[in-house]
């Protein structure tokens, strides 16, 4: 069993950063891929960011791709996402997933907020 707790969302201007984290509790973070997703008011939630257990390969969305990184730190039991020149577009509740690799993403924390002002 995997929990996921998320952090460092909140309100930013167009064009300004946020660093979101999300530490997992467990002995078996190491071994799960993991990924950011978000979910707009009215929209389907959606793939944002992905990373392999050992953090050698990523995946973006075009949506975010040169703006937002994902990294992760196993020793801390923590993935991030960099976000970088944010628009009013990525206002979304972001969430972070987990899973074993080449399965489904099974554990997913509660969400935090980003809005991005314009």
């Known amino acids: 069993q995997v929990q996921l707790v998320e952090s460092g969302g909140g309100l930013v201007q167009a064009g300004g950063s946020l660093r979101l984290s999300c530490a997992a509790s467990?002995?078996?973070?190491?071994?799960?891929?993991m990924g950011w997703f978000r979910q707009a008011p009215g929209k389907e939630r959606e793939f944002v960011a992905g990373?392999?257990?050992?953090?050698?390969?990523?995946y973006y969305a075009d949506s975010v791709k040169g703006r937002f990184t994902i990294s992760r730190d196993n020793a801390k039991n923590t993935v991030y996402l960099q976000m970088s020149s944010l628009k009013p577009e990525d206002t979304a509740v972001y969430y972070c997933?987990?899973?074993?690799?080449?399965?489904?993403?099974?554990?997913w924390g509660q969400g935090t907020q980003v809005t991005v002002s314009s």
């Open positions: 997933a987990g899973g074993l690799p080449g399965g489904e993403y099974d554990y």
């Open positions: 990373i392999s257990w050992s953090g050698g390969n990523t």
């Open positions: 467990g002995r078996t973070f190491s071994s799960y891929a």
